[in-house]
């Protein structure tokens, strides 16, 4: 049960020393941490309840707030400004 904290601790850190690093090198790691979020708030909803989940899905969509923006706009067609 405390093994999904653990994880989503690390995985916080790792998000801030990624959002440290200069603008080219943070795509690689970005994609790996985005994409691995979703399977871990689900994680830690399960262990922790819905109520967590959601706290940890708001802060995900806070985090990655420009991005998700970014594409929503590219994959609705509406226009993106690069």
């Known amino acids: 049960m405390a093994l999904s904290l653990i994880i989503a601790c690390g995985w916080v ?12 090198l943070q795509f690689p790691p970005g994609v790996v941490l985005l994409a691995s979020a979703p399977v871990l708030i689900v994680w830690l909803g399960y262990d922790y309840g819905w109520f967590i989940g959601v706290l940890a899905f708001a802060a995900f969509v806070s985090m990655f707030r420009n991005p998700i923006r970014y594409y929503w706009r590219k994959w609705t067609g509406k226009e993106v400004s690069e």
Request: hydrophobic share 65%; aromatic share 8%; no cysteine.
């Open 13 to 24: 850190f790792a998000s801030t020393i990624v959002a440290m690093l200069p603008m080219r």
